[in-house]
């Protein structure tokens, strides 16, 4: 099929203005400092520029607005084992602007871990906005629960333990397609495209669905055969391009995250 001309809605158009200077962000930032960056490890070559490069640190300190609690929460995590699986700081302020920018109400999250992302998103919605985030690992959200009550935003999320594919079903069951403004995917990279494909009907035309790691460190240039993952995000990545569902800009800001508006 003809991929579709732009056509989302105003204030979507006018929020791919701060889509550039989030890719010339990306373009430039290769992996943070150890206190600021998580996600998978970068190999030497990953990062457009050095980790340590000032320009970078200049990106820092002159972008990043961050809510302290949030803070708190970032170097909580990274004291964990697997801190680096965390989205990266610069990246959840993204999320927060564009949940902002269309007004969002109702956020999906799909992989909480310590919750950043969560309390991230939940800072800025209404107070009857709300943030159905879905996890399998209840231990790592206990991490991050505290301070989202040390925020006033724990009425916000609304946090359910089991495999997310089975709460997008009990959404749709529900009624709820077409009710959601904004989707978050972050979670294990076999299951990307059935979570797309589900968020994609809950999501309402106009919103927005926002994929993590769709580099893949890289991998997803010439994906092994026994890496599923790398396989599942670049068959994905593939499709999306053609997806006459929904424009797209795919954003080399930490391991790369694809923002799809659906039509």
């Known amino acids: ?41 970068k190999s030497s070559t990953s990062g457009m520029i050095g980790k340590s490069s000032p320009l970078r640190q200049y990106i820092l300190d002159h972008s990043l607005r961050e809510h302290p609690i949030l803070k708190k929460l970032r170097l909580l995590t990274a004291d964990h084992p697997w801190g680096r699986m965390m989205v990266t700081c610069e990246q959840a302020q993204l999320m927060a602007n564009l949940v902002k920018l269309i007004k969002a109400k109702k956020v999906l999250e799909i ?65 709820e397609a077409e009710t959601f403004d904004f989707a978050f995917i972050d979670a294990d990279k076999e299951s990307y495209n059935e979570y797309y494909e589900k968020c994609l009907r809950l999501i309402r035309k106009g919103g927005i669905i926002a994929i993590d790691n769709v580099f893949w460190n890289g991998k997803v240039l010439k994906p092994r055969k026994d890496d599923l993952a790398a396989q599942s ?19 080399p800001i930490g391991d790369g995250v694809t923002l799809a508006f659906k039509l």
């Open 1 to 41: 099929s003809k991929m579709p001309l732009l056509s989302v809605p105003k204030e979507v158009a006018v929020g791919t203005a701060m889509l550039g200077v989030a890719f010339a962000t990306g373009m430039l930032a290769g992996k943070k400092y150890p206190s600021l960056v998580f996600g998978p490890p």
């Open 111 to 175: 992989g909480v871990f310590t919750g950043y992302n969560a309390l991230n998103m939940a800072l800025v919605l209404p107070d009857n906005g709300r943030v159905i985030a879905c996890d399998i690992n209840e231990d790592y959200a206990k991490i991050g629960r505290p301070l989202w009550k040390e925020a006033g935003v724990e009425h916000k999320i609304d946090l359910r333990i089991k495999p997310a594919i089975q709460t997008l079903d009990e959404l749709l069951a529900s009624g």
């Open 233 to 251: 995000i670049h068959r994905l990545n593939e499709k999306l391009l053609r997806d006459a569902r929904i424009n797209i800009s795919m954003l």
